[in-house]
């Protein structure tokens, strides 16, 4: 069976500060997909990026980048800089390897960044 | 472009009552699946709809749970006889499609709430 755990339940910082959401996955796949999401108060998750399990680069987005490390199965997410904007909850999310290819999400990790 | 639209946004019944909640794809997008989430049990996957195929209900809690796509287009999420547990954010998702492998995105709607008195 597939898990995503998102330790961190929620952080606090403030405007401008780095800050970076951790997560950790496990599955007996070779090949998979990670995903992170961004849930903002409005409700709609918002897709931020797809990376697979054949590419541990690391990829930067302006503020936003993602450090993928299959050695110790994480793929975390960074915002330098951080805008109240990116105030959300955010999700880690592993797709199944099977003909559905059903998300497993982590249980999200809410950020609030203060003024 | 216009994303995946849900209807209604908000919905509050009384225990007992059936409830249909709507969902309109992505235009072009094959692939369809229904999520829950709840503050118990975070994100869950429901059912997936490929194409015409017939649907994945692996992830449906219970028999009250139904689900139709028409025209491989428009589903109906269907709760009969509601229950106070069955309150919860009801997602959709779209995405291409199996010719997209596993690297397949789904995009989101904004979910419908559901309240269940």
């Known amino acids: 069976a597939q898990k995503v755990t998102q330790a961190q339940t929620e952080i606090s910082v403030v405007e401008k500060e780095d800050v970076t959401l951790d997560c950790v996955y496990e599955?007996?796949?070779?090949?998979?997909?990670l995903f992170w999401y961004k849930q903002p108060p409005s409700g709609e998750l918002v897709f931020l990026i797809r990376?697979?399990?054949?590419?541990?680069q690391n990829e930067i987005s302006g503020r936003y980048s993602w450090n993928f490390q299959k050695s110790t199965s994480s793929f975390n997410f960074t915002i330098t800089a951080s805008q109240v904007v990116d105030s959300a909850v955010y999700f880690c999310?592993?797709?199944?390897?099977?003909?559905?290819?059903?998300?497993?999400f982590g249980s999200g990790t809410r950020l609030q960044v203060q003024p | 472009g216009a994303g995946v639209s849900q209807s209604p946004s908000n919905k509050v019944t009384e225990k007992g009552k059936d409830v249909e909640l709507r969902c309109d794809p992505i235009s072009g997008h094959t692939a369809l699946y229904w999520y829950r989430q709840s503050l118990g049990q975070g994100l869950e996957f429901l059912i997936y709809?490929?194409?015409?195929?017939?649907?994945?209900k692996s992830g449906l809690p219970s028999d009250r749970f139904s689900a139709e796509r028409t025209g491989g287009s428009v589903s109906t999420l269907t709760i009969q006889r509601t229950q106070q547990e069955d309150s919860a954010v009801y997602l959709c998702a779209s995405s291409l499609g199996l010719d997209r492998g596993l690297s397949d995105t789904q995009y989101f709607g904004p979910g419908t709430r559901l309240t269940v008195l």
């Open positions: 709809f490929q194409g015409n195929s017939a649907p994945d």
């Open positions: 999310a592993l797709s199944e390897n099977t003909g559905r290819r059903a998300l497993t």
């Open positions: 990376r697979n399990s054949f590419d541990e």
């Open positions: 599955t007996r796949d070779t090949t998979y997909y």
